[in-house]
């Protein structure tokens, strides 16, 4: 797929090398970020602007560190991921679950219950975004307001296809249209916040809204 197309999906375009099992490849904790410093720290700044005190917030596809900024208060943070371990060491985190969203994508989670969902650096691995971000909207309530965030950074064997073969523009329509066709999402917009093009690691991101 050209960044001017946009052909329909096949199943080709979510195929990833290394098919796996999820929870083995992850079964290692990696207590690392998965971006640079600059970059973690303009993710947290574009949380600071868009996260309230009060929110109860879903931290997606998580990992040792959710980059919420310090100055936020919310009302309950819950993480999920692959890896208890990873998940344990996250001190931004009041609780979390462990699931593979590539096998059972429907979350445990009750209908209209969170203000914020965040998925950071991790959007690439999902081989069923479809059924994820319908989950998204059902757990949001209306307001709710969704940022994923992506690097150039990845697990080349565990992205999937289309991910592997579409540049940074690419890869922002690509969440762009698993937002417009979940049908739930306004406002869908596509950002660059790199905090020094060239010198540190780019960020994007594209954020929504629950109609």
Known sequence: MTDSENPPLSDA???RVDEMPDELFYSTPRLVTHIDESACAALSAHYAKTLRTGDRILDLMSSYVSHLP????????IGHGMNAT???A???LDEYFLQNLNKTPVLPLEDASFNACLIA???????????VFNEIGRILRPG????????????????VAIWRTTSDTGHGRLVADYFNNAQCFEDVTIADI??????????????????
């Open 86 to 88: 990873e998940l344990e």
């Open 194 to 211: 790199s905090p020094s093009p060239g010198r540190t690691d780019p960020l994007f991101i594209v954020t929504a809204h629950k109609g």
């Open 13 to 15: 375009d979510f195929a």
């Open 121 to 131: 650096v991790s959007v690439q691995y999902l081989v069923n975004p479809a059924a």
């Open 70 to 77: 310090k100055s936020l208060a919310p009302k309950r943070v």
């Open 90 to 92: 996250n001190r931004q």
């Open 144 to 159: 709710g307001r969704v940022t994923v965030s992506f690097s150039n950074r990845m697990f080349p064997t565990k992205a």
